[in-house]
Each structure stands twice: as C-alpha cells, then as structure tokens.
C-alpha cells in the first residue's frame, strides 16, 4: 500500500476510525489519524466543488460510502487539510462487505491533479490571450493533445468541415483521415511524438463525405522537461489547387481571383505568367515580371546545385513544397511558403511549372509568439508564491527565537564589546526579519492581496514623523539629511503605515546608495490636484537604460560602488505597487553614474480636505504589574526564552507544549493573557482559540496568536476562531511590551 503512488485510507464501521493511512496519506494529510474517528477527520478536513463550493460533513465521499453504502468514481474535489494546504484530487471511495453482506469497512484514494490542473489552467490561459488571433486567421486552426483529441478549433476550420467548433472539441483527428491516408496520417503522428515539426498535403473528411487537401503545418508542445503535450496545426485550404494539380483546366479569371500568387515558369524557371495577388505581394507588375528569371524577380540566391536538386524531385513527384525568404520590390522580407507542379511532356520531361506562393509571414510570427509566450508562462510558474510562503513560515521561526535571545540579552548587565556584539546581532536579525518581509509584501502585490486602511491624512505631518525615524540612520552614515515640506497642509487619502513603509523604502535606498560627504532630500510640494513626495541624493546615481526595469522585482540599477551592500531588489518593487494601489505613481530619474538619483511619489489629494485627528498615542502599563501569562508552544528554545523575558518583567509565566495541554493548563491557572502557536502537534492553534471562547471560564482570556503563519488567510482563520490578536514571528522587546500594556488595561 505504501508504493501505491496515491493516498489510500480505510475507516473500520464498527468504531468509524481511522486503520489504516498509507505514505502518501500521511503526506497529503500532515497528520497521523489513525485510530482517530471520522468525525475527527471530517472537523479538520474540508471538501470543496471545483466551482468553491464547500462540501457539507454528510457530503464527504468516505462518509457516504460508510454510511449510504454508495460507491464513487474519481470526483474532482479540493482538499484544504488542517494546515491550509490546499490539493486537487480525484476521489474515490467504496464500501467494503463481509460475507453477510454487511458493510465493515470504507476504503477512500486520492489521486493528486494539483500539477496536471495547473498545467491546464496555464493552457486555458493561453487560450484566452491568443484567442483573438487564432479566431481572426485567415487560416484553420487546430489544438490536440498528447493523445491526438481536439482540443480547440476555430471556426474557418471547423465550417470548412461542415461543422460548428463545439462538435468536434473532443474527437480525435484520426477520425476525418480517410481510411486510404492512415497508414501516411500514423507516419506522421510517429514524427510529432518524435519532436519533428512537419510542413504535408493532407485530406480531410468532411460531414456528408468527401474531402479538402490542406497544407498542414503542424509544431510540438512540450514542457520544460521534454514532455510531449500535444500539438499546434495551421491548415490552409488548397483543395482548388489539388484540382488544379491534378490537370484541371484552368483560365486565367480564376487565376486572377485566387487568393494566392500564382506564377507559371518554363523549364528554365523564366517567369510565363505573373497574376495579380502575385503583383500585390511582390510589387513587380505582370509586365515587369513576365521573362525574367524568377529568382531575379524575387531577390534571392539560388545555387545550380540546388535548382539540379528541385528539378530532380520535380522529375520524380512532379510537386515539391519548401519555405523561403523573399524580398519585395521594396526591399522588405516576406516569409514564403511554395508550392510547385511539375507539368509533363506525354515523355515524361518538364514542359511548365506552375508556383503557388503564399505569404506566412504573420502566421510564422503568431507561430513565434505562442510558442515563445507558452514558455514564458511555463517559466514565470516556477515563481509561484508557495515558495517565497513557505520561505517565509521556515525562517521565521528561528529568527523567533533568536529575536527573543537577543532581547533576553538586551536585560542583562553588559560592557561596552557585550553591548556592541549584542547590536551586531539585533542589526542583522531585524534585516533578515525585513527580507522575510519584503518577500511577503512582493507576493502579497503580485497577487494583489494588499487591502489598505484608508483615512484621510496630512501628508506633511507624515513626512516628519517618518523624517524622525529615518534620520539616526543617515547620522550614522554620515550622510546629511535634510526636508522641505510645502507651505500649507496636504491632505490624501491613504493608508498611513504602507505609505510609510513606501517612503521608508525610497529613504533606505539613499542610505544604502550614498556614501559620507552625500546629502538626501525629502520634500513635498503640490502639483495641480496631486501631492509630490521626492526623495533625491547625490550619491551613486542610476544606469539610465536601467530606470525602466528598475522597479521589477529582484532587479537593482544603481552603479553600485564598494560601500553599497547587497540586497534582493525588493524595496523598490514594494514602493511602486504601494503608490499605485493608492491611485499613485512613482517616478525615477538619474543623470547616470556617479550624478545621483531622484525618486517621486505623485498622489491624489483628498476631495474632503482635512477631517481626521491624529491617533492618540497606545497607553503604556503600570511599572510593577503583574500578569499571568500562559505560553503554548512547540518549540522549545523559543519557549525558554520568551518565558525568561517575561519573568525578568515581572509577570508569572506557564507553560504548555501542546493544544489539549494548553487548554487543561488554562483551566487550572487562569490566565490573564495566553499566546499560542497555529501549528501544535494534536490540535492546532485554532482550535484551541475556537474552544477558549466556547468555555464560559475561559472566554474572558485575552488570546494573541504568536506564529510563523502569516499569510492573509491565515490571519482571517485566526479572527474567526477568536483570537483578538495576530501576530507574526519574531516578536521585540518593544511589541510585546505593547501588547501586555493592551491586556493590563483591557482586564
């Protein structure tokens, strides 16, 4: 069961548990539940329609099949497990009988469809961009998969087989080969599995019978590691020029009237006829064109080896098809696809050749878009926002506990190298807690996730106020630091702290690209209906071809000298999507190297003047306060040392290491404020809050969670299972003061 590369759990009826979970079980659930009852499971995992709709608890597969003795075949369902991880599946379940008939037991798998959905997801989503130039070709077009079965097909294509698109989407093309072309149509399937991009005449059935000739020129799709997918068909009609190959009479209106340019050519390639799309689309008039050599005519270089080598094919299939470069008379270069047909003497040697030219030059770029913009996407896939999330919850539960040493430090008696090796430690902690971040704010904006907290506000007020925080910053550099504000109040509406954390960012990059001797300015002035923050320095300057991707993520412009440290690029990126989220801009201009940069923020001014008061300042708690406070947490080392800073205040301190632990301890002492980790072995986080507020008890404990799960959706779990406060790792000295000051007050 364990090899079996999908998840298979058993539920005994008897006791409905949990006997039995195989290796990718475990996986998919992060959670041991065996011998754990099904009502147990069906609490913590949650089933979800395609559409988003959530599964009722009697609506569960392994739960119908137990219960209603119903059996189910691969239902596409969404799994959210305990932790938040989110899968797609294919779900089956059936119940298992003893020899009375009587049902002991259930037996469910999982199939994991998370990559294949996203695969497809990423191919709808190509469908979408390209679908206006697939639809508006003059051409037919075909999608098939790795298996042959139509996919997409436009509408010129499908009603020159007599049908509407939506009746040929899932059929296969070997359907409409003619039973006397299969054994060529498997020839060809052989070389797109192979990798080979093919050019060929076909037939096509179409509804009712008969057939069209096309040119078919079909491209492999494969994914970045080589998989075949399926294949691109671009079919041209040339059904009329079969006939016309074939030896059909023709006259020189239909000649005229065709689409195509057409030329006729005498054995020595010397031009016969010239028709009129041939004139158009090579600018060479029939009277200028007919006698001369059509390689003169058409600008190109064609060796005697390789006219031997087409008139020798000719002499053998009497047609022969190839793609070339031609020029206009102008000039320009024309993709060409040609066709040419040898017409015969009754004694077998070439008497006249007809040409049939087309211009693909728009379809070979269509063909370099999708095939260049499907591996753009494929690529950009790898950058998901599971990664920089997973990043994010792994490294902030060392910094956690590393930020509470520091702090724990920070109270003990020190001299002066103590004290310096102990800045050391808190700078760079509190600069890998800023990437952590900065990463989060990037994906966050990507996916356009930030929800802003909009007052309105007096910009110069603001711009002081943040002024003062940054300016310790530039007095260690020894950078000057100056700012001028505009002469009357300027009033936005905006979400004060991003706006500060967008100005932040700008004042940290003129400390990171300055050197001592440089000057910052901060200014703000009013321009029409807008306000203009500017950040400008004299330091390294700015690549001018570089401002226009300088605010792309993990991107950095600056002529960087020795001084400037390294960093991921981020700041910048965060500044922009900050700015525009408030109907903003921002700008970036620099003279070069060496001849400093400016930065600026354009804003819209509030419509409502100035309504709002300054917030009062957070109250602080009494000296000498004491709290209980219980601790409920996994991990150990950060538990020793929050529980030694804590101490050292003053306060009582118990401790817990899991969910039914921390409830039972909660219960005996009472305490006045409990912090408690999300991802506790037992019971998580979550449900410990959801019981706290349940228990009459209990529901008066001021509950703050304190865990490396910090996403968006994470915090709304949290104020629904009634935490009334959330807050990320690590945790400073000064936070967690606030926050025993908040529950000192509030008791």
Same mark, same amino acid.
């Given at each position: ?13 008897? @006791? ?86 009587? !049902? ?26 390209? /679908? ?12 098939? @998969? ?37 054994? #060529? ?6 070389? /797109? ?29 494969? @994914? ?97 098809? *190839?793609? *070339? ?8 270069? $024309? ?14 040697? $070439?008497?006249? $050749? ?17 095939? /260049? ?12 926002? &599971? ?27 020190? &001299? ?33 996730? $930030? ?178 406070? %219980? ?5 150990? @080392? ?10 050292? *205040? ?18 005996? !002492? ?9 991802? %506790? ?8 809050? #959801? ?57």
């Amino acid at each position: 069961m364990n090899l079996i590369p999908f998840s298979i759990v058993f539920i005994d009826a008897k @006791d409905e548990t949990f006997c039995f979970i195989n290796k990718r079980g475990l996986e998919l659930y992060k959670a041991d539940y065996t011998g754990q009852t099904l009502q147990f499971h069906i609490d913590r995992i949650k089933f979800y329609t395609p559409d988003g709709k959530q599964l009722g608890p009697t609506d569960a597969p392994v739960y119908r099949s137990l219960k209603h003795r119903e059996t189910i075949h691969n239902r596409e369902l969404i799994l959210r497990n305990e932790f938040g991880d989110v899968y797609c599946l294919l779900v089956s379940s059936a119940p298992i009988y003893d020899s009375g008939g009587n !049902v002991v037991r259930a037996v469910t798998t999982f199939e994991d469809i998370s990559k294949l959905k996203k695969i497809q997801n990423l191919l709808d989503s190509s469908e979408i961009r390209y /679908r206006t130039i697939v639809e508006t070709a003059n051409e037919g077009i075909c999608w098939t @998969d790795s298996k042959g079965v139509i996919t997409y097909i436009n509408d010129i294509l499908a009603s020159s087989l007599g049908y509407r698109p939506e009746e040929l989407i899932g059929r296969h093309y070997f359907d409409f080969v003619l039973p006397e072309d299969m054994e #060529k149509a498997m020839t060809y399937w052989k070389e /797109r599995l192979a990798g080979s991009s093919l050019r060929f005449d076909f037939r096509i059935g179409k509804r009712g019978g008969g057939f069209i000739w096309v040119i078919a020129s079909s491209t492999s799709i494969r @994914d970045p590691e080589g998989n075949y997918l399926g294949s691109l068909t671009m079919y041209t009609d040339i059904t009329e020029r079969k006939r016309m190959e074939d030896g059909l009479a023709f006259h020189s209106h239909v000649l005229e009237n065709v689409q195509e340019a057409i030329c006729a050519l005498d054995k020595n390639y010397r031009i016969t006829y010239w028709n009129e799309a041939a004139e158009r689309m090579y600018g060479w008039t029939a009277q200028e064109a007919v006698g001369k050599y059509l390689a003169n005519v058409l600008n190109v270089v064609i060796k005697n080896a390789s006219v031997k080598e087409i008139t020798r094919k000719l002499g053998e299939n009497s047609q022969i098809n *190839m793609d *070339m470069v031609h020029y206009h008379k102008n000039g320009s270069a $024309i993709q060409v696809y040609i066709h040419l047909y040898a017409i015969k003497n009754p004694d077998g040697n $070439i008497s006249e $050749i007809i040409a049939s030219l087309q211009d693909i030059t728009e379809r070979k770029k269509a063909e370099e878009i999708l095939i /260049r913009s499907e591996q753009h996407l494929r690529k950009n896939e790898k950058m998901k926002d &599971d990664f920089i999330s997973l990043l994010s919850h792994e490294l902030r539960n060392p910094m956690a506990a590393i930020s509470a040493g520091i702090e724990l430090l920070d109270l003990a008696e020190k &001299d002066d190298k103590y004290r310096e090796t102990l800045e050391v430690m808190r700078r760079q902690t509190e600069q890998l807690g800023q990437i952590v971040s900065d990463l989060m704010d990037v994906s966050r904006l990507i996916r356009s996730k $930030i929800k802003l907290h909009i007052v309105n506000t007096e910009l110069n007020g603001l711009m002081l106020s943040i002024a003062k925080s940054y300016r310790s910053l530039f007095e260690k550099k020894r950078v000057s630091f100056h700012v001028r504000l505009e002469s009357g109040p300027l009033y936005i509406d905006a979400d004060p702290m991003r706006l500060e954390q967008c100005i932040g960012n700008l004042l940290h990059n003129a400390v990171k690209f300055t050197k001592e001797g440089d000057s910052v300015l901060l200014s703000t002035r009013k321009e029409a209906s807008s306000a203009v923050i500017s950040v400008t320095d004299t330091g390294y300057g700015i690549h001018t071809d570089a401002i226009a991707d300088l605010f792309e993520p993990f991107r950095q412009g600056y002529a960087v000298g020795e001084s400037a440290g390294p960093g991921l690029g981020l700041g910048l990126a965060i500044a922009k999507g900050i700015a525009e989220l408030h109907d903003g801009r921002i700008d970036a201009y620099s003279d070069g190297p060496g001849k400093g940069a400016s930065f600026s923020v354009t804003l819209p001014l509030s419509q409502k003047g100035g309504v709002s008061a300054a917030p009062a300042d957070a109250a602080e708690a009494k000296n000498g306060s004491v709290l209980k406070i %219980l601790l409920v947490e996994d991990n150990k @080392d950060f538990v020793s040392l929050l529980s030694s800073i804590l101490i050292q *205040m003053g306060h009582s301190v118990f401790i817990a290491y899991d969910g039914i632990s921390g409830l039972r301890e909660a219960r005996r !002492v009472s305490p006045d404020i409990l912090f408690c980790d999300i991802g %506790l072995p037992g019971i998580s986080g979550f449900e410990v809050a #959801k019981r706290i507020k349940e228990d009459p008890q209990l529901r008066n404990i001021y509950l703050v969670a304190l865990t490396s799960y910090a996403s968006k959706n994470d915090i709304q779990l949290g104020e629904a299972s009634g935490f009334d406060l959330y807050l990320p790792k690590p945790i400073t000295i000064k936070k967690l003061r606030e926050v025993l000051s908040t529950c000192f007050f509030r008791s």
